[in-house]
């Protein structure tokens, strides 16, 4: 895990230095955070997490490298119809996709192999060539029932 970590901290250096910017303790707190939450979280959770280890950080400084996280691969945002964006790890995480409760919002993650050969068969049928993908599934929780 330590060395998924530094590999993860190490690609987010060399983005940002590519794009002309610099590593900043700021973004290197956040970065540390939101790798260590182990969960889909918001930026606002995000900016809770962080502000307690450093008051002077501000929430659109959180936002921005939350996206710089995203440009950067290292992230995805997950949007569930009007409630807040989340996000997950994308970097050292095997594929999964999601059941989603659309009452509580809370996010399954799920894998099954027959349903990703079937994607594999069925772009193979239409002569696609997939890139990626994500299935999500909506309904209603065991706790929401």
Known sequence: MKKEKSEFKEIFIKYIEDKGMRHTKQRELIV??????GRHITSEEL??????????????TVQRNLNLLCESGLAEEIKIGK?????????GSKHHDHLICVKCGRLIEVNDEKIEKLQDKLARANNFIPIKHKLEIYGICGNCK
């Open 83 to 91: 409630q807040k964006t989340r996000y997950e790890q994308k970097y």
């Open 47 to 60: 900016f809770n997490i962080v502000k307690k280890k450093n008051p002077e950080i501000g929430y659109a």
């Open 32 to 37: 540390d955070s939101f790798f260590s939450a």
